[in-house]
């Protein structure tokens, strides 16, 4: 008898599915047998050591690496780089480290996230401006938008850079390392901000983080990524230190056990 499907599965079809998928960058293996499949309205927490193809599985559902065997499906397309079908919102960790002797204002840089390729040399937009406003307002910069980028904190920065994928109306936003050189209370009020995303506007987010502990406080669902996937599945059931060195063929250095102090894998990445 067939396994009663959940109430996602029955009602909505997965925004991402990815198909056995395996992707290979100079010549090496990055990503060995992924599946997986996202549905609307989840708030994912990618995690895994420096290198474990975190960025790769992003890259590839963007459609800018191209599966070596396997299959990616993105609201029912295959990704393309060009055209994210203006669902789909991209923070990447590089975004925020603007260029400093680019002037512009946050209010500049969100409204370039309204410009496309149809709208590129048209002055009216219709809504443009609201759309700016709304999308300022939601990242909480209201009181800065006319305030020079480079003269905002890291995390202000970020936020603004979120804004500007917000306006693109995206419904699922990848966002890789968001977290990094945050202080706490940026850093808290950042992830805030995602978990009402998620659960007011309905987004679906995607967020890769080596912040392990942050991460677990706000991801509903929680993957391990090693070069395959190695745990994928609610953050309350995310295996403990112990059994996430299992999942990754670490085996104990002594013979009794040791009292284990650090993330084994948090101390690879720099900040
Ligand atoms: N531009 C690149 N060209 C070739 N190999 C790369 C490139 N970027 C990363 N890699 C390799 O791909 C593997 C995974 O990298 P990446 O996906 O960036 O890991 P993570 O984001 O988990 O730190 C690493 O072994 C890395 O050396
Ligand atoms: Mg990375």
């Known amino acids: 008898m067939q396994a009663k499907a959940t109430?996602?599965?029955?009602?909505?079809?997965?925004?991402?599915?990815?198909?056995?998928?395996?992707?290979?960058?100079?010549?090496?293996?990055?990503?060995?047998?992924?599946?997986?499949t996202v549905?609307?309205?989840?708030?994912?927490?990618?995690?895994?050591?420096?290198?474990?193809?975190?960025?790769?599985?992003?890259?590839?559902?963007?459609?800018?690496?191209?599966?070596?065997?396997?299959?990616?499906?993105?609201?029912?397309?295959?990704?393309?780089?060009?055209?994210?079908?203006g669902r789909i919102g991209w923070v990447s960790q590089a975004a925020s480290y603007l260029p400093q002797q680019v002037k512009l204002s946050v209010r500049e840089l969100v409204m370039l996230g309204t410009i496309n390729s149809e709208n590129l040399f048209s002055w009216f937009v219709s809504g443009r401006k609201e759309r700016v406003s709304e999308a300022i307002k939601m990242v909480g910069l209201e009181d800065v938008e006319n305030m020079d980028v480079s003269r905002l904190s890291?995390?202000?920065?970020?936020?603004?850079?979120i804004a500007r994928a917000l306006v693109t109306e995206a419904e699922f936003l990848l966002l890789d390392e968001p977290l990094v050189g945050m202080d706490r209370d940026a850093r808290n009020s950042l992830l805030k901000?995602?978990?009402?995303?998620?659960?007011?506007?309905?987004?679906?987010?995607?967020?890769?983080?080596?912040?392990?502990?942050?991460?677990?406080?706000?991801?509903?669902?929680?993957?391990?990524?090693?070069?395959?996937?190695?745990?994928?599945?609610p953050t309350s059931l995310f295996p403990d230190l112990e059994t996430l060195a299992d999942l990754r063929g670490i085996t104990p250095a002594h013979d009794s056990p040791v009292q284990i102090q650090e993330i084994p894998w948090a101390e690879e990445v720099s900040e």
């Open 7 to 36: 109430e996602e599965e029955c009602c909505d079809p997965p925004i991402l599915e990815v198909n056995n998928l395996s992707v290979i960058r100079s010549g090496k293996i990055v990503l060995k047998d992924v599946d997986l």
């Open 39 to 85: 549905h609307k309205g989840e708030f994912i927490g990618l995690v895994g050591p420096n290198g474990s193809g975190k960025s790769t599985l992003l890259l590839s559902i963007l459609g800018v690496l191209k599966p070596h065997t396997g299959s990616i499906s993105i609201y029912g397309n295959v990704p393309n780089p060009r055209n994210f079908f």
């Open 154 to 161: 890291g995390g202000q920065r970020q936020r603004a850079v």
């Open 193 to 233: 901000l995602l978990d009402q995303l998620c659960h007011n506007s309905g987004k679906t987010i995607l967020m890769v983080s080596h912040d392990l502990t942050a991460i677990r406080q706000t991801a509903h669902r929680m993957i391990f990524l090693e070069e395959k996937i190695r745990f994928d599945g």
